[in-house]
């Protein structure tokens, strides 16, 4: 009997130091509220369920089945992230929240200590409103922080305490914001391209099968300046312009009436000639005076 006494006292001694590497198990705890099996049975599928039992302090912030349908409808990748998200690590009851300087903190969780977390994605911003109610949300900007703490499910402090949160804590972008930011920029640099060459394309394409149409035009503006028959006819030839009075019957008659030789002489029709006949009769006239 007194030899099996030292072997008792050694198990209970080893008991007691193995018990804080599993001081609970989160599948058992949360086995427990049928409310929250839902919730339960993907931190199983995630494999989180191993890692929060591994931890020695530790706060899980579960949803109840309704609205677990909020994590269970996203890809599988996606609800490892969101699932990550409602584990903080480091224990925190109602009241150790309600104590809580100016109301309001940042929490570092699960999601955070992966290593996938961008920004502040991976901390949750926690505050009491005036009213007396505790929000939880991401503290990514401009994240909602619309969570509220519905009730505290279980405790032991200081290892681990499960609160129950209204809705899913899902951080912006968590879901693959750059695939869905890819195509956009994508789209943008090849709907260009055709639209301006669809505007390029027409213009050469009117001026030489359709020659015959662009002609008219520049020979309307043109023609009429240059080659028309107006352009030659009428300033040359016609009536209004230089060439009657230097060529016209009208010039030439009047001199050959006044019996003038020197304007008969004169080139016909010429200014020249016209000049010589005045002359000539200024000097008969002259002549005439003195005889007399």
Do not use: C, W
């Not at 060439?243 to 029709?269: L, M, R, T, Y």
């Amino acid at each position: 009997m007194a030899s099996r006494s030292p072997t008792v006292a050694l198990l209970v001694v080893l008991a007691g130091l193995a018990s804080p590497a599993s001081a609970f198990n989160i599948t058992r705890l949360l086995g427990e509220f049928s409310d929250f099996s839902t919730f339960n049975s993907l931190l199983s599928q995630a494999k989180l369920a191993d890692e929060i039992n591994r931890r020695q302090t530790i706060t899980v912030l579960a949803v109840d089945n309704g609205a677990a349908s909020g994590i269970s409808s996203l890809p599988s990748d996606v609800q490892r992230k969101v699932l990550s998200m409602h584990v903080v690590l480091d224990y925190y009851d109602k009241a150790k929240l309600e104590a809580i300087k100016n109301h309001t903190t940042l929490l570092t969780t699960m999601f955070q200590s992966s290593g996938q977390a961008t920004d502040r994605m991976g901390f949750l911003n926690f505050t009491k409103r005036s009213d007396g109610t505790m929000v939880f949300g991401s503290a990514e900007p401009g994240a909602p922080k619309n969570s509220q703490i519905v009730k505290s499910v279980a405790s032991r402090p200081y290892n681990i305490s499960v609160l129950q949160v209204s809705s899913p804590i899902v951080p912006p972008g968590v879901g693959g914001s750059p695939d869905t930011g890819a195509p956009p920029p994508h789209k943008a640099a090849t709907a260009p391209a055709p639209a301006k060459g669809k505007k390029e394309a027409p213009a050469p394409a009117p001026s030489d099968d359709n020659g015959g149409a662009d002609a008219p035009a520049d020979a309307d503006a043109l023609g009429p300046a240059a080659d028309g028959p107006a352009a030659d006819g009428p300033a040359a030839d016609g009536p209004g312009a230089d060439g009657p009075a230097a060529d016209g019957p009208a010039a030439d008659a009047p001199a050959h009436n006044k019996g003038s030789d020197d304007a008969a002489d004169a080139p016909e029709g010429s200014a020249a000639g016209r000049v010589v006949a005045g002359a000539g009769l200024g000097i008969v006239a002259l002549l005439m005076t003195i005889i007399i």
